[in-house]
């Protein structure tokens, strides 16, 4: 198997007058790209930045992430790409753990974290660094279990986790893409989903065949379904909620997705009915994925012409993992029987950054245990009824109880919380909190939302704060939030 650079160099050189990438500015063809991409490996080498050194990216969605990965990978270096919706304070965690040599990204995001950390912004700064150093280029000794990429996820508890994905991760993941998705060397590839996460990973598969990347800054449904219509994208990654605000706008014109061949739907569940819509309005264009960060995308592959047979399902197990349901005794059980689905494969992470104890954890001889619960018909497809651990998923994006908790818990007068997720058609779930006053200070649902709004992303903010009297919990002082979401059910009746 190859590295990420070794990939782009070969579709370079076999293309290179074809476009590469192109935003709403901006064009490059191969050639050009490829010399900004060897510009930037020249520059971190004349940093002095040696091979595994980590350098993050803080921007939102821009061309420079396409040639950022290229630069990365052929100087050997590590790539932390860091969401921009989160809140600075969670930036800023991250960026310490990873221990960046170099932060690059938008000027505005990188100043909020008040870190003294090397920088360069995006704009002015870059070009005139990729100026300096065009006709040069460093490229490493890079192999395919080096590491490429530290994404970070979380837990239900403690701190955030590096999840540590090597070129053959990425590289696996790229070609079970390519394969569910049907690509082919004439395609067209879209990104509107933020390129920090799943539609990063659909980039890569344009290194196998010289394919045309074009980025949007932006998603707006009606000006979307114009742009892909003009440009002629025919791949695409959206997670659930952007699929369901496209199809249910009032000005939806399923003849501007005729170039479209495949959307790859990931990131969330989606409703059987919803999906359901999706197909009888855009027609079989949709394939779904089953992954984490840990195994990106493709644990299971649900290609588009099966779709239809399978509403529920997320399809049959990739070709770069072996899948298994198994007890909490670590015993495979039986077709038809619901257990945690773990994952073994090229596909599977390296390990967690820092974290040996979550690496030991959550990799057992080799094993990944996804912390999700499903099962697995006679033929193969996969089922996914539940997670095990109270993951909150929201418009795409994962939302920790534990987190949110945390925050809430700073107030004074807060004694105990609960944070559960409740179903809605927009976004999949919401978020929803239950507060326990302890008395000593007057406590409002207002002053909780504003503490959040200082400490978290605003996407992680509770929809409804309640404030109860107490909570319900087994014998053993668990607090059982199946009874909570069964109380919200009663309260918003």
Known sequence: METLGQLALKSANAYPEKIAVKDENRTFTYQEFINRAKALSAYFRDAGFEKGARIGVLMSNRLEHIELDVAVALAGLVKVPLNYRLHPKEHEYMIKDAGLSLLMGDQVLIDATELDIRSLYIGDAYENTLNRFIG????????EDDLFAIMYTSGTT??????????????SGAVSLAQVCEVNYDDIIGHVAPLTHGANFLSHVSWLYGLTQIIYSKFEPEEFLDSLSEDKVSVLFLVPTMVNLMIQHPNFDATKLATVKSINMAGSPIAASKLQEALDKAGEIFVETYGQVEAPMCITMMPRKEIKNRLESCGRIGIFVDVKIVDDEQNEVPHGEVGEIIAKGSLVMKGYWNNEKATNETLRDGWLYTGDLGWRDAQGFLYIVDRKKDVIISGGVNIYPREVEEVLNLH???????????????WGENVIAFVVPNGKEEVTSEQLIELCKENLASFKKPKEIFIVDELPKSSYGKILKREMKQQHVEVSK
Do not use: F, W
């Open 158 to 171: 403690g701190n955030p986790k590096g999840v540590m994905l090597s070129h053959r991760n990425i590289i």
């Open 136 to 143: 040069q280029e460093y490229i490493a000794e890079v192999d």
């Open 412 to 426: 004074r007068g807060v004694k105990e919380t609960c944070v559960i997720g409740v179903p809605d058609d927009k």
